[in-house]
């Protein structure tokens, strides 16, 4: 009947999981404002940098996230110069603020793609509006963080079939980032 050390060490420790769930749950929210099962691709929509920006331009632009000038925006940013971020994630996007929403179209690519004079596994198309710039900003920060490791990439991509999958690996990931 009495609170022993072990007792006080178990309470700890469902305390600071529920704490953990909690923060989970809250990037995964936050995350779904931005990301959308009809803009996630478990393979890219094509093998080169302009036929994947094409595909995730395309389903950008059938869920009313940018229009066609926008896609066409992106590619021309391409051409200026590669949008590897990282040595695993390309981010293409136009110059402009003007998509009706801030939105991301996501590719996995479990074969990285030669993307500039990197080789990418993630390719995230990114509609900026303007008024959704400045509240993605601090989500997208820590986002790119997490392609900072290799083996968190290896983990995202490969553990990640479908949309609920990605969206919880991710939150995890940021979560312990």
């Not at 690519?109 to 500039?116: H, L, R, S």
């Not at 997208?140 to 919880?168: E, K, M, N, Q, T």
């Amino acid at each position: 009947p009495f609170l022993t050390d072990d007792d006080i060490d178990a309470v700890r420790a469902a305390a600071s999981r529920a704490r953990r769930a909690r923060r989970r749950a809250g990037i995964a929210d936050e995350l779904l404002e931005f990301f959308d099962s009809e803009l996630f691709f478990a393979e890219p929509p094509g093998d080169t940098p302009e036929s994947i920006i094409r595909g995730l331009g395309r389903a950008l632009v059938d869920a009313g996230a940018a229009d066609e000038q926008y896609v066409d925006g992106a590619l021309e940013r391409e051409r200026m110069s590669s949008t590897a971020f990282t040595e695993t994630l390309a981010v293409p996007h136009a110059m402009g603020l003007s998509a009706a929403r801030t939105a991301i179209a996501i590719a996995l690519c479990p074969t990285p793609v030669e993307w500039g004079d990197a080789r990418v596994s993630v390719v995230a198309f990114i509609a900026f509006s303007a008024e959704g710039r400045a509240r993605f900003q601090p989500l997208f920060d820590r986002f790119v963080g997490v392609f900072a490791a290799r083996r968190d990439v290896a983990s995202l991509v490969r553990d990640s079939p479908d949309f609920d999958a990605f969206i919880a690996q991710l939150a995890r990931l940021i979560e312990e980032g």
